[in-house]
Each structure stands twice: as C-alpha cells, then as structure tokens.
C-alpha cells in the first residue's frame, strides 16, 4: 500500500507531463484524480498498525523502507488533502501561462517528493525524496520568471546547504550505528554521548531549520513565496515548510526520544529552550515585519514564517500540550493559509497586481473571495470559533502552566501583529473606494472557489470541532510517550482550566442577540453605493478615495528601526564573500602559459623537497 | 643575465635546483655498467633464436615491443592528420612571392632524388638484418619529397595518393597483426611466418613486411607533412 | 572470446583506413567511428563477465610476461573500455550533423584515434605503452582543440600542447628511471619488485610520473591548460575530453600509485591535493560567463573530488572514486553536448545567451538540467550515488582530519549548485528576449545520444546496484596489488 502511494504520486507525475502534451483537459482531471486517489488511499491507512515495509533492498548497501505511523499518517493525510485542493485551484489558475506541463509535473513531483518524505522509514528514504522535493520546488519557484529567479537561487543555496549538513548527520549516525532505520536509531541514541548528540542535533537543525524558515534561516521564504505561482505558495507555505516541522518531531521525539532531547543542558542553556527563544523570536519579529509589507503575498510569506514560530515553538517547547498544539497549529496553518495564497493569487490573477497601496474595494465585485478571505484571516488571528483559535491557546496555555512568561508573552505580541497584518490585508483587498480600473473585476470560476470554500468550512468546522483534529494528534502525542490529553469532540480539558466551543458559542450567541438588538433599535441605514463617500460637504474626488499607503504609518515610525534584517545583511556579506574568493582563486588562471609551466615545476620540486628531507608534517 | 637575476629568474633557478637535485639523486643509484636488466639481458640472449633477426633492436622494435611501435606509428599518422586538419582550417594565408630555386639546387635536385628514395628503401627491407628500419627509411624517403619541395617547384605530391598510401600501409600494419592473431597462435602481431634462414633477405617472418608498411607509412607521411606546410607558406 | 587486443586493433585498422575510405565514398566516413565504437563496445561488455571471474591477460607477439607488452582487461579495465566505447559511440552519432560545415575526414580519424589511446591507457599492462598511448590520446586532443580553426582555439591548442609535452616529458624520464633501477617496464613485473616508495630510486620516478599524468588529469595547479582547451574546443570534443581523457588521466594516476608503486602513503596528499583542485575548480566555475569554460572548471572541480575519493583509499573511497568517474563522464558528456546544441542554434557561448532555450530547444535544455543536477548530487540522478560513496566512507574513516575535509567538499558542492542551478534557470525560466538566431534549425541526430544519457543517468542513479557490483570488484583490483603480481607474472 505505501509502495502503491508512491509508484502513483510519482507515475502520475509523469504521465500527466506527456498526457498535458496531447491535450491539457484530460491532464488535468487526470493529475486531480491521481490525487484524489492517493488521498483515499493514505485515508485508508487510517489508525493502521505501525509498519515497515523494505521497498528498495540494497539501495548502496541500505534497505530502503517505508513506514506509516500516526505521526506520518496525519502528515501524509495532510499532503494529500491539501495538494488535491492545489490541482484544483490551478486548474484556472495557470490557464494561458506556458510551460503548463512543466508547473503540473514538478507540482506532482513535490508532492509526491512530500508524501515520500513523511512516509519513509528510514533516514536516507528520507534523505532521498527531500531532495526531489527540494530541487522540484526550486524550479517551481523560479516558474515566473522575473524577481523569482533570484528568490529561487537564494532558496535552492540554502536547501543545498541544509541537505549538506543532513547528509553529514545521516552518514555519521550510519557510521557510528551502521543503521538508519527510524526505530533502530532510537535505540542507539539512547546510549550516546551528549556531546555527539548535540552535533546531530544541530546538522538536524540546520537542514529543518532552513525549510522551516526559523531565524536566522528563514530569509530565503519571503521572496520565494510571494514570487512563486499562487497555487504552489500555497503549497510551499501550507506544506512544504512543515515538512521542516516534521524532521524536527522526528528527529527530537522519534529517533532521540523525550528523554534525551530534554535533557540536554538545563535551565535557559538547555538544547530544547534555546530552540524555544530561537522560535520566539522567529513569531515576534517575522509577524511585524510582515505588517509593513506592502505587497500582498509577501504580508503572507512574513506571516508564514511567524506562524512556522508558533509551530516550532510548541515542537520544541518539550511538553505533552506543547507538541499537540504544534501539530494541531500545523494543520490549521495548512488550511488558513492555503487559502489566503489561494484568494490573493486570485486577486492577484484579477486585478494584476498584488500591491496592497494599489487594491480596494473589491467586496461588491467578488463576494464569496471576501468571505473566505475573511476566515482565513479570522484562523490565522486566532477568533473563536476558528480553528487557529484551539491551537493558540493551547500553546499560550502550556506556556503559562510552564512558566514561562517571557515566551507567552513573545506569542502574544506575535499575534498583535497577526491582528494588524491580517486587518490590513482585509481592509486594502476588499474595503475602500472601488479603483476605476477594478471596475470591470469579475467573478471568477467554480474550480477557482471550490478549494477555498471548502478549506473555509474546514477552518470553522474544526473550530467548532477541534475534537476531530485533537484526536488524532493525541494519539501522535501518546506514542511518543506524552501523557495523553483529556480531549473530547468540543474542545480539550486540562488540570488549569476547560476550553469547550459550547460555552463559546454560547457566549457568542448570546453577544450576537445583543448586537442585534442594538442594531435594530439604533437608527435605519441606508445602503450607498462604494462610489459614495461623505466627504463632509467638499467634492468628492474621482478615482481613490480610500487612505491605504502608509497605512499603519505611526506604528511602522516605531518599530521599523528594530526590524533591518540584519541577518540578511550577514548572508549577503558571506555571498560577497565567497564571490571574492571566487574571484581571487580565478587569478591562479593567468592565461600566461609561462605561468602555467612555473606551477608544474613547482609542484614537483615541492614534492621533491619533502621526500629530500624537509618534512613538514 | 638580466633576467636571470631577477625574481622570475631565481625563483625558477631554485626550483630546477630542487628538481635536479631529485632527480639526481635516484640517477645515482640506478648501477650503471652492470648487466642488471633482466629484460635487456634477455632480449640479448634469446633475441636472434626468438624472433630471426640479427639486429636485434629489430627485434625489440617489431617483435617484443611491436604494440609500441604500431602505437609510435599512430602518434606520427595523429601528429600529420593534426597538423594538416589545423592548417587546412585556420584561414589565415599568407600570400609570398616565391624565388625560383639555383640552377645548382635544380639539377641536384633531379639527380639526387631517386638515389635518397633508393637509399631509404634499402634502409627499411634491409631494416631487420642491418642497422636501419622503417622510421629511418621513412625518414629518408620524407627528406627526398622536401628536396623536390625545394628543388623544382611546381611539382608536388598528390596528397590523395600519399593519403592512400599511408592509409593502406597502416591497415597493412594491423592487418597483420590479426592475421597474427588468427594464425599465429592467438597473439596480436605475434610472428606467424616461417623465420628462415638467418642473414637471409627473407627472413624473420614478418620484420621485413611491418619495416616495409612502417616505412612506406612514414615516408608518405613526411611528405604529406612537407606538402601541407608548404601549402600553408605559399 | 573476445581477445581484448581486438579492442585496439579493430579502431586503429579503420582508422587508418578513413583516408582511403575518404577517396571512394565521402559519406560512408562518418559512420566509420560509429562502427568502430559500437564493436568496442559490444566486444568489452562481452568481455566483462569472463573478467569478473579472472582478469584476461594477454600477450601482445606471443613472447612470456615481461618480456613482451601485455594486455589486462580486469574489471577495471574492461568495465573503463566499454564505457569509453559508450561515450565515443554516443558523440560519434552526436558529431553526424554537428560538424557538417568543416572537413570531416580527418575529425574522425582523430577522433577514432584518441578514443583509442583511451582504450589503450585502461587495457595496457605496461607503462612504456602507456606512455605511447597517452601520447596518441594527447596529440589528438592537441589537435582536435584547434580543429575549428579560430584564434581561440588554436591559442587553447598551443598552451595546451605546451604543458602536455612537459607532462609528457616527466612521464617518460620517470619511466626511464624506472627502467634504469628496476630493469622492466611491465606493470605486474613491478609491482613485484617495488617494495616501497619511500627511497628515492622509487619515490623521484613516482613524483615525475605522477606529475605528468597529473598534467593529463587536471590535477591543481596542473591544470591550467584545460579551462581554454575544453571551451575552444567543438563541442563534441570537450564532451569526449571531459567525459573520457582527463578521467582516463587519472585512472592512471590511480593505476600507477596502487598497483605498480603501492604508494599509500602518498594517498593522504592525494586525497588534500584532490580536495584543493575541487575548491579551485568550483570556486573558479562560479564567476563565468562563458558556458563551456564555466562546464570545463566545473571538470576540474569533478576530477578533485574523485582524486579525493581515491586518495579515501578504503575500498569504498576507492568505489566512490570509479563511481564518480564514470558517472562524471556521463554527465559531463550530457552537458556538453546539450550546451553545444543550444550553441549550436545560438550561435554565442555566453550564458546570458543561452536565455530562452527551454522554447527552442526542449530537449537539450533538459538534457543540462538533468546533466547539471547530477554533478551537484541530487537524486535520483548518478551523480548522488557517487557523492554519497564519498561522503560516507570519508566519514566512516571515522577521523577528526577526514570529516573537516567532508566539510571542504560539501561547501564545494554548494558552490557548484550556485552556479549550475543559476544557469539553469536561465536555460529555463527567461525569455528569448527576441533575439535573432544563428541557425533556425538543429540535426534531429544530435538529440538521440542527449537522450540515452538522459536515460542511462536516470536508470543508474535509481538502480546504482547495476553497477556497484562491477565497480567493487574493479576498486579491489586497483587495491590488491600482489594478485595484480601474480595475475600477469604466475605464481611464482
């Protein structure tokens, strides 16, 4: 079954690239029903016993294997489900682009890449299939040409770098254990020095860490998100970048265990909390920096990094809760902001330009777009009744049991900033005067909403519901060895205090009764059309009448100082860097061939030399 | 001098100092004078009864060491394709006005010509049996068409015929090589012909057959030589 | 059974005869080294299984062992014969239309005869014949280089012939030195009587043959020749020039240092040295703007990191080594010949103008992604096995000295993503920008050797087994020195 999951995913990808050159109609309904099967399929594998299956004996000496357990059913499940959203959502999308059969092959391939990665079973499976996805995302990233081309080369370097330090980290565990099985390995970490653990741990971290796009690793994600094609942002940023989140589970709960990976260091200097303050710091100031962004999908790849805080953040934090809510923010985060991609790379599809200063007023043109817009953004702050709601005060929860004031607080400040970027997403899309060249917007497709509806009545359904979600990830949690959670259908209870959506919708309700009887005993309204701004008796300007630059203007005077992103300056100092060398080391190459001589006498007078009796080593 | 003592200059004198240095020192412990070499020893010892043929460095060249010398024979037909596939290619042609050869040089020339091809024929048939060989009678053979070249101008070499013999004369070289190959016992170049009598003119199977194909390949590929830099000068 | 003299006789014999072939039926030549490749091919393949039981020794006129020049196809030795045979059967289609404008007749016999000397380097059992055939295999490339006639070329062609001869020269006066002290030319003979290198009658002629193969090789700072002589050079040529003679260099580095001298105290250099030529090679790649001369420094940079894998010398080094070579030769070759199709139709060499090409030219373009992507070591592509193979036995060496220079190796192999993955975006993801073209259409023949590399990187990065196996056994011949001994001299 596992085997089958793979031979499809990666099959189809390639079918569909040479069915897309006899006609694009069947390849796409082909490429969303080779999907939807892989999605029925890990379905199926629901609650199955853990099992290892050899797929590829004696690939270099290893047993390639496979494995589905809880945690890699809720990833995989996760994979399929949104990628299946993804093929639908292109199916518009990239209509007129060229190079369509390229966009659905490599989009295959990454996902079949992800599904690979979650459902290997040993180290270099796992090694393996993260480069497929990692070089089919550079392509894809660089698919629009332009400004993507360098967001692409700054990613691919940085992946390049983190496999490095993966590969090195795999093949050392290898040679001190001679396995790379995921269960052997936890057997043998158990016994190792803490000093080599920490070593494996940090090449871990590197490679995960730039995926996962926690400072200072997170400067390739902004550009490659807002200048990748909408449909794969969403991809990148609901999934791709989790697969981050999983190595790290993997690697500190799975392969280390508990045990060890808290028990590295104590206090502040412990292995686990330096990570926590690194993911405080990766929800603080990405989500600030995201508020003064004035493009769109950019607002959304700061947030995505932000939110990749919050997640890692509860990965690493090392308690039962913390990791629940890590998995379950994960999975909501896969939902909300899949769908924001989604919306604005519509908006952006419509109106050709995703500038936040140039948009407005598009609530009256596309109503179900602002809809779900709105709940996406509602699950990304964190409203009740939204999925993201659970999630945080999950984590806000064990933070405080904990004791630990100083990361709370980061995680509420992060989520301030949450609030500002997400209401100005809103207000500059869809609020506002209608620009005149908007006029004319259109509804867009059925294929187009469908996703994103559906994801929308996800969010709230698994706000209401969080039962479902908290399900299946105490079960992760539990076999890792975490006490498990008291979690019922409405919500989760603990030793400090019960969360229950009842008593939120019933506040709600409650609230809701009230506001609309002050509404309706208040004065009637009157419906005016978008054009009709009271302008206090001067004429009313043609054209903009809504004051969206510089839209949080005072805010972005006082904070903006704090966020230069020093780190890329760092980067770019090391690029410089390697570029001098680069070019110092071309000079040996004078182009004289006298020179050229002088360096083979040389040699061989300087191997000479030793073997005549000056030995220097 | 000036250069010498410059930078440049020491730095080189050093390192050739060093590289002197090595290689003298292993030099000095090669024993000179000494029948040491096993292999030289042998070849004197067994080379007339091996192979049948008195000059014995024949004998290493076309019996021993015979896949040496078809290679040898390859570097030289590599070099003269090379040289005239550059030359034939590179565009850029010097116009020169061309001086009529002496009288002297004319008629030496004329009479000079069929001996030296006389001369370096006798050197590769001979080659197994008296010092000499195919590279020396090529060599020969080469130095005649340069007098020609000289000589009389206007007269040239076809370069489809020497191609055709240079060609032929080297498939011959293999060729016989397979033959050994098929009839002598499995060997490639082995010597599958009868030895003969020794001092004989036939003798020595097929010495006298490689120096000939030897010597014909690299007479023509002198001359195609000559004719190619030639054309390049005029 | 295929003698493995026929592996030589066969291509020299129609070699020789392109010539007379030229005069009776012009168009017949070009697929004269198509026939001979295709039969080496065959013939060395046929081989291998009987070598993999025992290595086939044979001499060359019938005289016994030392005394005459032997052949020994190994598994080393036929696995690197049919492999040279596969790249020189795969250019020779690729040349069929490529080189329609200029004199051909010769181009393939030079191209025969250098593939020859290749052969010959593997197969030989004796270093003065090697010296011969390397000079075969040098002379070609000399000539070949300036084949296109520009002044490019021909500057290319003179520098390199320069520092070639000099290679040359220390090869033969460290065979003369051999020959001196030890009275025989003959590889197995040798390795018998050497003891150790660590006397100067052994150790200055090891130096000098080193340093003269090394010059072949491309080894740091022997190397400077190549990037001018691989980027003038036609297309097709760099492809063979990459792909086969510097590996073949090498080989004979290896051969030389392991099995005639048993110099493993050198090999800890070698392993220093290859690293250098890796950082040099892919430092120097990273600021081109010409395709092929940033492909001919990414070679050396290749080269390095086999030497490195050589100079592991644990059997797996060893395996990682031959692994890379080959899976080197095969990639590069793709390399080459996808660029010299877009060059081809552009007309410009330089990357900037390579922009577009994903439209014009789908196949190539995808022939360097996937060429490209190999080298830097993604699976599923060849190019992953052979660095994985170096990577874990450096590190399974298990010493502090070995890991810092895995560290060295992997920055290399990040710098050399940096500039492929940029040029391949450019390759794919610009537009044409409107520019005019040199030629509105490209030979259809070019594109069939594009796609059984395509194919063969493809099958053998997913199913390295395939040739693991033969490898391993070619990586024991190289380090088991006293059955080489025994293999040609008997038991004695």
Redesign the interface.
Known sequence: MLEAILVVAFGGALVSYFLGRWTSRIRDYFALGVWIAILGMTSYLHQIEPKISTFYP???GYDLSLRITSLSWLFAVTVAAVSVLVIIYSFRYIKGH??RN?FYFLLLLVNGGMMGITLSGDLLSF??FW??A??ST??LI????GK??PA??RY??MS??GS?AM??AT??L??SYGTLALSDLSTHLATAGGGYVIFIFLLFFVSFGVKNAIVPFHTWLPPAHSEAPAPFSAVLSGLLVKMGTYGLILIFYLIAGMKIFLGLGTGIWSFHYIISALAGVTIVVPSFIAVLQDDAKKTLAWSTVGQAGYIVLGVSFGTGLALAAGIFHFLNHAMFKSLLFMSIGTVERKTSTRDLNELGGLVKRTPVLFVVTLVGAAGLIGIPLTNGFFSKWMLYKTLILEGNPFLAFAALVGTWGTVLYSYRLIHNVFFGQLPEKYRDVTRTSFSTYLPMVILSIAIVFFGVFPGFLLGEINVVTTSLGFTPLDVQLWGISSDSGTVNTLNILAALAVVGVMVWYLFRSSAETTEVSQEDSYTAGAPVPQGRFTYTADFYRPLEKIIRPYLKDRIEDFYGMLVGF??V???T??R??TGY?G???????????A???V??GWKPW | MRDILSFRGFVALFLLGIIVAGISSAVGQIPFGQPDSEVGQLYLENGLQDTGAPNLVTSVVAGYRALDTLGEVVVLFVAATGLSAVLATSKRRVERELEDASLVLKTGCRIFFPLILLFGAYLFIHGHLTPGGGFQGGAVIGSAFLLVYLGCSGRRVSADAAGAIESLSGFGFVFLGLLGLLVGGSYFLSNFLPKGDLYELISAGIFPLIYILIGLKVGSEFAGIVDSMIEESK | MVNPALLLAVPLALAFLIPLVRLVARGVVKWIPVFAMAFNFIASVLIIPRALEEAIVTEIGGFPAPFCINLVAGPLGSILSSFIALIGLLVAIYSFDYLREVPTAKYYTMYLLLLTGATGIVLTGDIFNLFVFFEILCISSYSLVAYQGNKAGIEASVKYLVQGSIGSSLLLLGIGLIYGQYGTLNMGDLAGKIEGISSPSAFVPLVLMITGLGVEAAIFPLNAWLPDAHSSAPSSISAVLSGVAIGVGLYSIARILFTVFGGTALLETLAVIGLLTLLVGELSALSQDDVKRLLAYSSIGQMGLIAFGLGLATGEGVTGGLFQLLSHGLSKALLFLSVGYMIYRSGSKKISDLQGSWKRTPVASLGFAVGAFSLVGLPPFIGFPGKFLIVRSALLKGELFYTVLVAFVLFATVVEGGYFFRVVQIIFFKGTGGRRLKREVAPVSGLIPLVVLMLLILIVGVYPGLITGLIDSAAAELTARSSYFTLVMGST
Not at chain 1, 142 to 145: A, I, K, L, T
Not at chain 1, 595 to 605: F, G, N, P, Q, S
């Open positions: 004696g690939f270099l060229e190079k390229l090694y393996i480069e497929i990692s070089w550079f392509l660089s698919f629009n040409r993507a081309l692409g080369l691919v370097v390049v770098i490095a590969l090195v093949l050392s290898y040679s390697v570029g060398l680069s070019d080391v071309r040996i190459y061939v020179t050229y001589v002088a360096y083979i006498l040389a040699l061989l007078a191997v000479l030399l073997q005549l």
